[in-house]
């Protein structure tokens, strides 16, 4: 998926048109979600695995799950969510900036 939206975001480049800016930002958005699950699920799941000493401070394990939490909130997904949805069922464009409102037709 991260490979994908890497194209995208790479003929986005080569042809500036609403269209091809449209589908880097959304699968940008899309990968964005599915990594930010895949990075917290990961931590999670070092510590269900690994039982309680993983807790320890000596291992010092909780960086990781700490790690992915700082880069999944530094860039919330929240709004990824929203704009995914409102591209796919209305055919329309977050502000690429803020993956928020303002949203605009995609043709156009």
């Known amino acids: 998926m991260t490979a994908r939206a ?3 975001i790479h003929t986005a480049r080569g042809d ?3 269209e091809a800016v449209a589908a880097a930002i959304v699968a940008t958005a899309e990968a964005k979600v599915l990594t930010t699950n895949f990075a917290v699920t990961a931590a999670n799941k070092l510590f269900e695995l690994a039982g309680t000493q993983s807790t320890l ?3 010092n394990l909780d960086r990781h799950w700490r790690n992915a939490r700082t880069h999944t909130l530094h860039d919330s997904v929240r709004w990824k969510y929203h704009a995914v949805g409102q591209y796919a069922l209305n055919d329309l464009l977050c502000d690429p900036f803020t993956y ?3 949203y605009s037709p995609v043709a156009g």
Do not use: D, Q, Y
């Open 6 to 8: 890497a194209a995208l």
């Open 16 to 18: 500036a048109s609403r």
């Open 57 to 59: 401070e000596a291992h």
């Open 100 to 102: 928020a409102h303002p």
